[in-house]
C-alpha cells in the first residue's frame, strides 16, 4: 500500500508521515497523524537574533522579514538548514527554489510547501473602487497611483488589466501598456499614466476599467474623465463645437471660412481638442480648402480629376535650373486642390506651392540639374489631389556633361601713378607664373583674344575627356564587383493598379472591369488597391515584355486577411456605386471592406551593399481591429542568375490595437507566363508536371514552383520561379494549384459559389486548370491564423520572377533546373526533365565533392512515357562557398549541365 501526496500527487511509503517530493503532511490512518506544526530539531536564527522554534513561526517570521528572508533563500541558508534537521526533502525543495529568477516568487513558493498549520491565504484590498478625474485637456499627461493592501498571510499574485476602448489610460511609465503582472507582500502601488495625446474631446464622460485578478480575490477600478469640447472661436465658424457644426457654418459663408482653413485655424482647433484632422497634407487656398474639408468628412463627392502632362523631358547642364509644371483638371466645376511632394531619391526636384483657380491647378516644380556624369536620370514626384487621388507624374532630365567651363580669367586692369594706363597685373589666384607689370604693355587685341580662344578649347577638351575616360580602380577590387555584383540592368518591372476602376457586379457580386464578361447589374467604382503584375524586360528590339500574371495592373490577383475568423480584403478600399443600387446590395458589397492607404508606392532606392534593385512600399491601415499591413516589393537578384530578374514580395503584419489578435493571410496569384493563361507546374519531388490541381498543406508544402511558357525543353521559352523558402520571411502553410476562380465556376463546383474573380474571399475553391476554355491557371497561399500580441508583427511574402533552366546541352531530351536554399549548410531541389527516353533508359547524377544527397539516387531508372516528366534530387550544400557543376547523363548518351553557386544570404533584414 502507498500514500498519495494530496498536493503534488506522488507516491510514498506507508510508514511516512511527509510527503518526500514537497514536504506536505500526509494522513495515514495506520499512523499516528503528526503535529501539522511540528516544532523544529533545532531553532532557526535570523540574522536579527529572532529565534523560530517551530514551522509555524519560522512561516510567520518569514512574512514579517521578507526582504531579508530573500538573501537566506539565496545564499542557500534555508536549503543547509533542512539538510540539518534532517529534512532533505525540504532541503531539495528550497535548492529548486533558491535559483528562481525572482526571488520573491522563490520565497512564496518555499513557505507554501512548509508543514504548517496556520491558513497561508492572501486577501486583496483597494483604498478606492472609482476614480474622478474631473476636467482634463488633451495634451496632458497625469500620473496617479492605486494602493493595493494584503490583509491576509502570503503573496499577493495576479494581473491588472485595463479596459479602455481609446487606449487613454495605460499601465506604468511611458506609452505603457495595458495588461501588466504584479504580486507582493503587505503593499503595492499600481502606477496609472492618462496618455493626454490619446484623450479626445466629448460630450460624454470618457470612462475606463481597471480589473485586478489575483489569488487573494479579485477588485475592479472605475475611471472616469471629462474632456469637454473648446468651441472654434474665429470668424464666421465660431461657436462650432463639432466638426458637422463646423461644416454647416463654412456652407453658409464658404469665402470667409476659406480663410480659416488656409491659416491652419481649424487644424490647431481639432489639435486642441484632441482630434485627428482629417485632411491630409496642407490645406488648399480659398474655397477649395472648404471643398477639401468636406471630401475628408465624407460630406461630399469628389470631382474627378486628370493630369496633364503626364511626364516631362527636360536636358541642361550642371547647375542650371529648369522650370515645368503639371496641371490637375476636372471637367466638373467644382473646386480642384493639389499639393506635391518630392521623393527622398529625388533633391533635385523642388516643388512649389500650388497655384489654384477653381476646377484647376497649377503644382509648378524647379528642376536643379546636379553635378553627375553626362547621362540620363529619372525622378518622380507625388501630386495629392481630391479624393484622395494621387498623381506621379515622371521626370526626364538628361544631363549634358560635366559643369559648364568658363575660360581662364583675364587679367585685371590695374591704375598706377608709376606705369601706363595700358600696364596689367595678373591675379595673384592665376596658375601662370609671376609677371612683372610691364610684361603685357601694348598687348594687342588679337593676344587676347587667343587667350579667350584657348579657354574656350580647354573647357570642350575637359568636357569630352571627362565623359569618355573610364575610373581608374583597384585591380583586386575591380574582379571581385566583376565576379559578385549583378548586372544592374533589371530584367523585370513593375506596374500596378493605381488608379481607380470601374467595375461590373452581376449575380452573386460578381464583378469584372466593365470590359469582362460579367453580366452587369450594378456598376462601381473600385479605389486602387495597389495590386500588381510583373513583366519581362524585351531582350532585343524584335522581342516583347511578356507578363507573368494574368492582368497588366494585377486586378485579377488579389489578397485577404482573417482577423479573429472575420475576413478583410487587403487594399480595397468600400466600392462606390455612380449608378442606382439598393441599400441592400451596397451594404452587401462593402461588408467586408475595412482600411485605407497611409503611403501608396513609396520608392525604395537602388543598393550597391547590398545589391538589390528599386522597390516600393504601400502602407495599409484597418481599425476595428487596428492593423496595419506594408506590401513591400523590391528587384532583387536570383539565387543562380546573379541578375536583377526576381521581385521579392513581402507583408508585414503588425497589430496596432491593445489586445491580442489571431491574424492569417491570404494571397491569390493569376498566374499567366508569355502568351499561356494555363501553364502546367513542376513541384519538386513529384514525377508529372501538375496540370490539374493540387493542394498542399504544412510540410508538404515545396520551396519552389516552377513553369515552362512552352513544352519544348530546346526552346522552353519564359521559365517563371516562384519561391517559397526566403529568409527573414514566413513559408506558406497552405498551397493550392489550380484554376482561377472564375464566376463561371459556380454551376461547376459544389462549393462555387464562393468563385468571385478578383473578389473573392479567404477560401479558394480549387478546380482542374483546365476546367474551363481556355485554360487558366492560378496559385493561392496561406498563412494561417495565428497569435499576434499588441504592437508585435508578422512577415509573410514570396518571391517570383525568372528561373534557372539549363537545356542547351539536352537536346530536348534532357533539362536541369534548381530551387531552395543555395546558402553553405542549406537545402536545395535539383530536378531534371526528361523526354524522348524508355523504361530500358537509366539517368545517372554527378554531385561535387561536400554537397549531401538527401533524396533521391545517384542512377534513376526512366519510364515509358509520352510528354517530359520529371526527377528529383534533395541535397545539402557544404559550409563553404563556391560554384559548383552538377552533371546527368542518360544511358542514351543525352547529357546537360547546370552550374549551382552557394552563397551567404544577403537579404534576411535588408529588405524594404
Known sequence: MILTCKRCGNANPLEASFCFFDGQLLQNSNNPSPTKNPELAIPFVFPDGRKCISFDELVLTILDEWDESKKLLKDGSFARFFQKIGRPDLSVRAEKCRVFPDADLGVDELINCLPVSIDLKPELQTEIERINLGISKPGTDRDLYIQLKNTGLGMIKGSAVIECPDFWITLGDGSGTNEKSLHFINEFKLHIRIQGKRLRASDKPLNAKITIETNGGSREVLITAEVPVLPFSKGCLAGAISPRKLASLAKVNPKDAGKLFEDNSVQEWYKSNGWTYPV????????????????????????????????????????????????????????????????????????????????????????????????????????????????????????????????????????SRSESSNSLNLDEATDFNELKPNKFQGMPAIVLGSLLLLGIFIAITRDVLSFSKPMEKNEAISRVLKAEKPDMNPLVFLTFNETDTQVSFGAGLTAKPTGGKAKANNVGTQEAHMSFCIHTKPTDKNSKAKRLMRDSDGFTNNSVTRINGNDWFFGQGPLKFREKASQEFILEANKHYNGRWLKMKQLIAESEAP???????????????SVEITQSLRIIPGAQTNKLDTVLVRYRIENRGNKNLTIGFRTLLDTFIGSNDGVPFLIPGDSELCSSSKIMNGAGVP??????????????????????????????????????????????????????????????????????????????????????????????????????????????????????????????????YVSGHTSKDTLDLTIPDGFKLIEGSVKTSLRDSQSKYAISWKLKAPSSEGDFPFKIQSSKNFKEEIEIRIRKAILGGVFG
Open 611 to 625: 545589391f538589390l534593385g528599386k522597390g516600393y512600399t504601400s502602407v495599409w491601415a484597418m481599425t476595428n481591429p
Open 280 to 415: 491630409p497634407g496642407p490645406a488648399a487656398s480659398g474655397v477649395a480648402a472648404v471643398q477639401q474639408f468636406f471630401e475628408a468628412l465624407g460630406l461630399v463627392e469628389a470631382p474627378q480629376v486628370f493630369i496633364e502632362p503626364r511626364s516631362h523631358e527636360c536636358s541642361g547642364y550642371p547647375g542650371d535650373k529648369i522650370n515645368l509644371a503639371f496641371t490637375v483638371f476636372s471637367s466638373e466645376k467644382r473646386h480642384v486642390y493639389a499639393h506635391a511632394t518630392n521623393t527622398s531619391d529625388t533633391p533635385w526636384i523642388i516643388c512649389k506651392p500650388t497655384d489654384s483657380e477653381k476646377n484647376r491647378a497649377v503644382i509648378s516644380v524647379e528642376v536643379v540639374i546636379p553635378d553627375s556624369p553626362p547621362g540620363q536620370v529619372e525622378g518622380r514626384i507625388n501630386i495629392f489631389s481630391n479624393g484622395g487621388k494621387v498623381f506621379r507624374p515622371r521626370i526626364y532630365l538628361s544631363i549634358l556633361g560635366s559643369a559648364k567651363l568658363l575660360p581662364p580669367p583675364l587679367p585685371e586692369l590695374k591704375s
Open 703 to 832: 520551396d519552389f514552383l516552377q513553369a515552362l511558357e512552352n513544352n519544348d525543353l530546346n526552346n522552353p521559352g519564359t521559365v517563371a520561379n516562384l519561391s517559397l523558402l526566403n529568409p527573414g520571411l514566413e513559408k506558406p502553410s497552405k498551397l493550392t494549384l489550380g484554376c482561377w476562380p472564375d464566376y463561371r465556376l459556380e454551376k461547376i463546383l459544389n462549393d462555387g459559389d464562393k468563385c468571385k474573380e478578383g473578389f473573392t474571399l479567404w477560401d479558394v475553391p480549387v478546380a482542374k486548370i483546365n476546367t474551363l476554355n481556355p485554360a487558366d491557371s492560378a496559385v493561392t497561399m496561406y498563412w494561417e491564423p495565428t497569435l499576434i500580441l499588441p504592437f508585435k508583427t508578422r512577415e509573410v511574402g514570396y518571391s517570383y520572377g525568372l528561373g534557372t533552366f539549363a537545356g542547351s546541352q539536352g537536346q530536348g531530351q534532357l533539362a536541369l533546373t534548381a530551387g531552395g536554399s543555395f546558402a553553405p549548410n542549406g537545402e536545395f531541389t535539383l530536378t531534371a
